[in-house]
């Protein structure tokens, strides 16, 4: 199994910014592809962003192109999400996802999954 721990979550202000952190263990990194998703409460799981394998294409749910940017350091076995200019609507948890596919994958249909790291914006 593919072991995925996020970190970065927190609070932050309307307008501010944050970076999450997942970290992955299990499989050779540079194997997977890589995701984030965020799911506020009483909604569906959304997906956010997605990176290839090797870093090369990234993918954005539309709403968030230009807040949201998303990252990998193959030598540290970790992908990044940076948010910027964050709003109370971001508030969220933020989940990391793994697959070993070739390409990005822009949905839900990842082989593994972490925990999730809460995303507080106040207003």
């Known amino acids: 199994q593919v072991q995925l721990v996020e970190s970065g979550g927190g609070f932050v202000h309307t307008g501010g910014s944050l970076r999450l952190s997942c970290a992955a263990s299990?499989?050779?990194?540079?194997?997977?592809?890589m995701g984030w998703f965020r799911q506020a409460p009483g909604k569906e799981r959304d997906f956010v962003a997605a990176?290839?394998?090797?870093?090369?294409?990234?993918y954005y749910k539309d709403s968030l192109k230009g807040r949201f940017i998303i990252s990998r350091d193959n030598a540290k076995n970790t992908v990044y999400l940076q948010m910027n200019s964050v709003n109370p609507e971001d508030t969220a948890v933020y989940y990391c996802?793994?697959?070993?596919?070739?390409?990005?994958?822009?949905?839900?249909?990842?082989?593994?999954w972490g925990r999730g790291t809460q995303v507080t914006v106040s207003s």
């Open positions: 996802a793994a697959d070993e596919s070739a390409v990005a994958i822009l949905g839900p249909q990842y082989e593994w």
């Open positions: 990176i290839s394998r090797n870093g090369g294409n990234t």
């Open positions: 299990g499989r050779t990194f540079s194997s997977l592809a």
